[in-house]
């Protein structure tokens, strides 16, 4: 019982963030324009409601000017023509006014709606890999998809919504009070409080069948984005029927959430038109006595039936923008729990730029783990200085490409620091450090653009003849022009255009457009057959020229030229030296290299 308190005390603590964060940007600070349009909003939103309340005043002196009985009007504008023409005045001025307030604050929505979006996106890739490596691509799209409309619905209707039909139902309250008798403010009254009690209650129990659905939604979307992400490997496994099933399970909760939800909307508006109902024909019961025995005239009466009609409107609009704002606060609940998810790598206060230098790189000591119980690296230590080759070598699991994440700061060590040209990385920015380092990774993948914009992510400013010369150098230049649309190609979803050693090529020419001097190689080749692996290897050497590489590998022909060689086991450095004297050693690196010996000779006798 004390966990399901504590998630609805949660749940109302973050949907109290949610309007405490929305709010600012219907005032956004520093945007005088935008301030200037919410006050013409506002006061477009004042004359709407009092044309809207003024209208059926209007049409009750228009009747009784015009029953039999009625006194020659003593001045023009009371006249029944001169009273209809007004009554219309006041009607478009009541639209008028409207649609000019939500065209005027249209900007402002859409403006912070925006800011936000662009909030949200920048949090995201702000998150540590940590982070990343933990989510669900297809849930957390969906998850901002929904949060964005819903803080779109609450921007437009926050402030023109709430507010105003709160107004109106008061203003019209007073009406019936001043202008006809207490009993009829008493029923109007009446009528609302159990209306009001009536829409909350239903709809906080669709609100919860809501959050069942979102679920649904975002567990059926995860799925059919992971499984055409992985569309190869589901065609492997002639899997298509397993994938349909695990999608129609997620669906078959959804589809079990939404009929709920519309039947309960059905209750909802059956209950909503009973209770409106009775008070109509209350109000209008009376009003119908008082025209029997002559203390209400024909016009009256017929005012009633407007208000009555005017404040069902506002009601009924009440109901849905409460139920709105409400569904609107579950979609954007867990938008905004992405948004206070901590980065867990941050620049220090007053970080500096990385100095320029020749790319010396050290690892002091270095500590570090995933999870607590799970050490990764213990007490690694080694220095590369600027211009020479490190190879890091080991078994699966050693924490090689850990070494890599740490130097490129996805994560902060435990225990010892790394530095870069003699400054501590946890000092320096994190744009600047990264600027200094290139990868070329084991698993290169590519954004859905061609093959220009691949090349050129390395450098945004890059020209065309740049752009060229880094795909030469990378010896893809040829393959791009013997292609239908050469440079302009779409290299599809990831890359998946493209073999493995095409989009190694274009890794490895984006990372020349860097122009880094520091590399970082991991696993680079490894994936790649032999012939390919060696054409890739030729432009690799050619990329670390006169930079400081370090090389994570797995196959040892690939380091033998390296200055130094690491071999790590267990996250602990133990042979280091290079390759003809670990050979002569007799070590754990000699062993590793006659198994890979024997093994590449049997599959060339294969």
Known sequence: MRSTGSRGHSAGRVEWNVVRRVAPYLWPKDEPAAKRRVIVALIALALAKGATVLTPAVYMYAVDALAEDAPAPTIWLMTPVALVVVYGLTRIASIGFAQLRDG??????????????LTTF???????????????????SRIIERGVKGVEFLLRFMLFSIVPLILELVMVAAIFFFAFSGWYFLVIVVTIAIYVWFTFAVTEMRVRIRIRMNESDTDANQKAVDSLLNFETVKYFTAEEREAARYDESMEGYEDAAVKTSVSLAWLNIGQTVIISIGLVIVMAMAAIGVRDGSMTVGQFVAVNAYMIQLTMPLNFLGTVYREIRQSLVDMREMFILLDQPTEVTDRLGATALKPGAGDVRFENVSFAYEPDRPILKGVDFTVAGGDTLAIVGPTGSGKSTIS?????????????VTVNGQDVRDVTQASLRAAIGVVP???????????????????????AEIEAA???????DFIRSLPEGYDTMVGERGLKLSGGEKQRVAIARTILKNPPILILDEATSALDTGTEQEIQRSLK????????????????????????????????????AHAALIARGGEYAAMWRRQEAERGANEAA
Do not use: C, W
């Open 442 to 464: 084991q698993d290169t993948v590519l954004f859905n653009d061609t093959i220009r914009y691949n090349i050129a992510y390395g450098r945004e400013d890059a020209t065309e």
């Open 405 to 417: 994440r740490l130097l490129f700061r996805f994560y902060d060590v435990a225990d010892g620091a």
């Open 471 to 477: 795909a030469r150098s990378a010896r893809i230049h």
């Open 104 to 117: 005027v604050f249209a900007k402002v929505a859409q403006r912070g709606l925006r800011r936000l979006a």
């Open 122 to 140: 920048q949090h995201v890739h702000a998150l540590s890999l940590r982070y990343h490596i933990t989510r669900k691509t297809g849930g957390l």
């Open 542 to 577: 050619q990329l670390g020229a006169e930079r400081t590489v370090l090389m994570i590998a797995h196959r040892l022909s690939t380091v033998v030229d390296a200055d130094e060689i690491l071999v790590l086991r267990a996250g602990e450095v133990v042979e280091r030296g």
